[in-house]
């Protein structure tokens, strides 16, 4: 089977070593000396002032959210189009979600239909920078200001992307990136929140919610989670930190290629102008996208309906969608396959993709 994604990893005696030390520490969590090496690598590379990091993507986002300190029942306006953790997120956190539309050429958040649905309950937006394709920021950034609301990313998708000479990471009041095992850049599992602007006290709040609020060895000042990093995922993540920038030149080379073979009249959702690209996904636009679904799959081949259904759109979201409609969304969503698109995909590999959908579109 040729899925969507197959997971990079490092050179398995390279890791050995990398790891080999917690043998003799016996040092595998808690916030150690990986984990630490770790994260002062990440902030140098994202050459951003503070990053904490966490077990999850998702738990960083929670994190976040919890650390704002917003009122319960306070509204938070995202996208519709985006993985349900997001929208899982601000649910459990004791906030609603409210639905704005997105962008028809990248599957942004449509600027505009956020502005309409700010009201006096909003309290956050929160963009996703959807397959890495950077979003709007100088209209977001804009808005949260004369509105006074905070302006947190969803940047999972989007490590290693560029926007205008930084790193797409550092805009906003914050932004998380998740590491999972499906990511350009992984830790298997694990994610992080990365700060634009140093802020020592909220640094200190993420540490806090993800080690059980202990400060200290006798001291205990919120009623904080675990989502903590090991050390396991954070030597995985040094290892995959060296091989990041060959990494990203295979996946270049796979999208290009499909971009130059695929036939006329696929429309890839592509990075606006100027905006960097980290080659995460292929997302391609079909009139008859579940034929070529069905088709790829008896070729054996699993592409995935990235997003499909809209994250507004599963029973217990309903009530969230209120008088917002999205209909640019909805359009995406029906239409939207992901190819596959990893390091090590063969060009016949990628030959038999790209015949089985010129000859069922």
Request: aromatic share 10%; proline share 5%; with cysteine.
């Amino acid at each position: 089977m040729i899925n969507v994604t197959r997971t990079y990893l490092p050179p398995f005696e390279e890791f050995c070593e990398e790891i080999r030390g917690l043998w003799e520490s016996r040092i595998v969590t808690n916030i150690g000396p990986r984990h630490e090496e770790f994260r002062e690598a990440l902030q140098a590379f994202l050459e951003a002032p503070q990053v904490s990091l966490f077990s999850s993507g998702h738990l960083a986002l929670e994190s976040i959210l919890r650390c704002m300190n917003f009122p319960a029942g306070g509204e938070v306006i995202t996208t519709p189009f985006t993985f349900v953790s997001t929208v899982n997120a601000v649910i459990r956190c004791g906030l609603e979600p409210v639905f704005a539309d997105v962008n028809p050429s990248d599957g942004t958040l449509d600027p505009e239909s956020v502005r309409a649905l700010i009201g006096p309950r909003t309290v956050a937006i929160l963009p996703v920078h959807v397959y890495g394709n950077v979003c709007d920021a100088e209209s977001f950034a804009d808005m949260a200001a004369s509105h006074g609301l905070r302006l947190i990313y969803d940047a999972a998708h989007a490590f290693g992307v560029k926007y205008e000479g930084r790193s797409a990471l550092t805009l906003g009041d914050a932004s998380i990136v998740s590491f999972h095992a499906t990511k350009v850049f992984s830790t298997v599992e694990g994610g992080a929140v990365v700060l634009p602007r140093r802020d020592d006290a909220l640094f200190q709040l993420l540490d806090d919610e993800k080690n059980f609020g202990i400060r200290g060895y006798e001291s205990c000042v919120s009623a904080g989670g675990n989502a903590k990093m090991n050390e396991l995922q954070a030597a995985m993540g040094i290892c995959n930190l060296r091989h990041f920038d060959e990494v990203l030149a295979m996946r270049k080379a796979v999208y290009e290629r499909y971009m130059e073979l695929l036939p006329g009249g696929v429309r890839v959702l592509a990075p606006m102008e100027g905006a960097g690209c980290n080659y995460s996904y292929m997302p391609v636009l079909l009139d008859n996208r579940d034929r070529v679904y069905d088709k790829l799959l008896e070729e054996g081949v699993r592409a995935r309906k990235y997003f499909y259904p809209l994250a507004s759109e599963f029973d217990f979201c309903r009530k969230y969608n209120g008088t917002s409609s999205t209909p640019v969304a909805k359009d995406l969503s029906s239409h939207v396959l992901c190819l596959p698109l990893y390091p090590g995909l063969t060009e016949n590999e990628q030959d038999k993709i790209i015949f089985c959908i010129s000859e069922n579109i």
